[in-house]
């Protein structure tokens, strides 16, 4: 069960890892918070279906339940909306309060309630989620954090979020934090095009996340990915509103790309099985042939 904030982070974080394992026989859900309905269109290219428009809040989920359910089929996995309210990122100084009823704003035991109830359904056995900043200082991915924290830790106790009728608690094994772009893989990138004789779009961005002295966090696991790249931009071009198909996520040569950087990274954040560390598997612990 891999839990995110809005459509289109599932196919921006640990996206080709999904898509592995699904191709492998995994159950994969991804969990979508809310129906990103604040989002701009950040990409120059976009245009609307036929029969739909981008202005109106109806409009916007619309779409964006399009994109999701084209993203979800090109990874080859499940998706579920918790139906959450985007709280949009609040920009200026001082920042703007946030919307009323928005994500960020639904106290924890609310916002996790139906979280709690789908891991109990779904029973999984590994989950996902982002780190204790949001990965992002979105705050709809620190939310994000927030209530699948509380879902991993208390869907197990039956005593906790009761429901009349509802399903038989269920504790998941294992719950990790995606990595992002971390600096080590811009930098190996950045080098290998630049070596290569291409222009390089991360400079710049090296230099100012350098600058900022970003802690970068922990990397226990590493997933070889590198055969599922494909189907993870055919998922970050499916949320077309989104994505620029000109833009930095497509500015790395594929196979530069496969060259340099094969994996994805995550951070083991809790375990109820032994496992050691370093590993090459979300499932290592639970499978019955490494028992
Ligand atoms: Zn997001």
Same mark, same amino acid.
């Given at each position: ?65 399009? @994109?999701?359910? $084209?993203? !979800?089929? #090109? ?7 918790? &139906? %959450?309210?985007?709280?949009? +990122? ?73 429901? @009349?009728?509802? $399903?038989? !608690?269920? #504790? ?7 990595? &992002? %772009?971390?600096?080590?893989? +811009? ?105």
């Amino acid at each position: 069960m891999a839990v995110h904030a809005h459509p289109d982070d599932e196919s921006s974080k640990g996206a080709a890892t999904t898509a592995r394992y699904a191709a492998e026989g995994v159950e994969v859900l991804i969990v979508t918070c809310t129906g990103g309905e604040r989002g701009d269109v950040l990409n120059p290219s976009f245009e609307a279906p036929e029969g739909h428009e981008f202005e109106s809040v109806e409009g916007r989920l619309a779409v964006r339940r399009l @994109e999701m359910a $084209a993203a !979800a089929e #090109a990874l080859g996995v499940r998706q579920h909306w918790l &139906g %959450f309210v985007d709280s949009g +990122l609040p920009e200026g100084d001082p920042r703007p309060p946030l919307p009323e009823g928005c994500f960020a704003l639904v106290p924890l035991e609310e916002a996790a309630a139906p979280l709690v109830e789908l891991v109990r359904e779904f029973r999984p056995h590994v989950m996902t989620t982002y780190d204790p900043s949001g990965g992002y200082p979105h705050p709809d991915h620190i939310k994000c954090h927030e209530v699948s924290v509380e879902a991993y830790r208390a869907a197990g106790d039956a005593d906790r979020y009761v429901v @009349e009728g509802g $399903a038989e !608690a269920w #504790a998941p094994a294992k719950l990790y934090y995606n990595h &992002g %772009f971390s600096l080590d893989r +811009l930098r190996a990138v950045h080098e290998a095009m630049e070596g290569a004789g291409l222009e390089s779009p991360f400079g710049d961005w090296i230099e100012s996340r350098a600058a900022r002295e970003i802690p970068e966090r922990e990397v226990t696991t590493r997933i070889e990915v590198a055969p599922y790249f494909a189907r993870r931009d055919a998922a970050l071009t499916a949320h077309a509103s989104q994505i620029d198909p000109d833009g930095f996520f497509f500015a790395v040569p594929r196979d530069i790309e496969a060259d340099v950087w094969p994996t994805e990274e995550f951070e083991l954040a809790d375990s109820r099985v032994p496992t050691d560390l370093p590993e090459t598997d979300l499932f290592a612990g639970l499978r019955e042939e490494s028992a």
